[in-house]
């Protein structure tokens, strides 16, 4: 994709944007949303512009202080909301539409914060890659008239990364996010309890020195992803005794690496 193509994109980006009065964001931290939330507040300025961040126990915790760095380097107003989704049974119970279920009542929030606001317009970070893999999550902010600037404006997450680096912003080459409950095959019921054992685990793998973490729940056996020139250094003796160790102590009886290595979304290759 040539610069100038980049060049149109981020312009069109800016003009959609730019049409908004004022502009809530739904704000995870991670590469799309940050890149979303610098480009609104150097359209609209900061005075336009509420970063929203979801606190949840699908999300990880240690995600929450990064996302408190960044609005404030951004100089812009940050609120954080507690939802929890476990209290949805639709949610809970993990159909392949769970992520519908999720945003409804997400977006639900940040349109009555919006009202109390008055501000006119909700935003989130879904970009044209997006469109390619099973996301219902779609279809809520479809339903309620949600704007997607990034993919309206035809920015892949290629773009975007390189875009967020030259801003100077740190997550131009952060892992991809997706939340704890993408670690379990549809079915599954969704509990406080296999969050935090899934949280434990992938945190544990990060203070490894792994630089993208999946750990997969399957009941009693853990199906660890990460990226496939990294797979090595996790058989490696003492690393692979470590991770073993850890994963028993946290409640799973088996503990296996997935040869693919990591990708994003692979619970839905059952689909």
């Known amino acids: 994709m040539g ?14 944007i ?6 809530l964001v739904a704000f995870s931290g991670g590469v799309d949303s940050s890149f979303l939330l610098k480009v609104a507040r150097e359209t609209l300025g900061p005075a336009k512009v509420v970063a929203v961040t979801a606190r ?3 999300y990880p915790k240690r995600e929450y202080a990064a996302a408190r760095k960044l609005a404030e380097g951004m100089d812009v107003q940050h609120l954080f909301i507690d939802s929890d989704e476990l209290d949805l049974p639709q949610f809970a119970a993990n159909p392949v539409n769970r992520c519908y279920h999720c945003k409804r009542e997400l977006f639900t929030e940040l349109k009555e914060i919006a009202r109390k606001m008055n501000l006119s317009s909700i935003a989130e970070g879904s970009t044209v890659d997006d469109e390619k893999d099973f996301r219902p999550g779609m279809r809520a902010i479809r339903e309620m008239s949600i704007r997607s600037p990034l993919r309206e404006a035809g920015l892949n997450k290629v773009e975007i990364r390189s875009q967020s680096r030259e801003f100077g912003l740190p997550t131009w080459n952060k892992p991809s996010l997706a939340c704890l409950a993408s670690r379990l095959p549809y079915g599954d019921r969704i509990t406080i309890e296999v969050l935090g054992q ?6 544990f793998l990060i203070g490894l020195g792994f630089s993208q973490v999946r750990v997969r729940h399957h009941g009693k056996t853990s199906r660890i992803e990460v990226p496939p020139e990294e797979i090595v250094l996790l058989l490696e003796s003492n690393t692979r005794t470590r991770v073993v160790d850890k994963l028993k102590a946290i409640g799973f009886t088996y503990v296996t690496v997935d040869l ?8 839905n290759e059952v689909l």
């Open 3 to 16: 610069l100038q193509s980049i060049g149109h994109k981020m312009k069109r980006l800016k003009e959609i």
């Open 18 to 23: 730019g049409k908004m009065d004022s502009l």
């Open 56 to 58: 949840s126990p699908v």
């Open 198 to 203: 899934i949280e434990e685990a992938e945190q």
């Open 260 to 267: 693919q290595g990591f990708r994003s979304g692979s619970m």
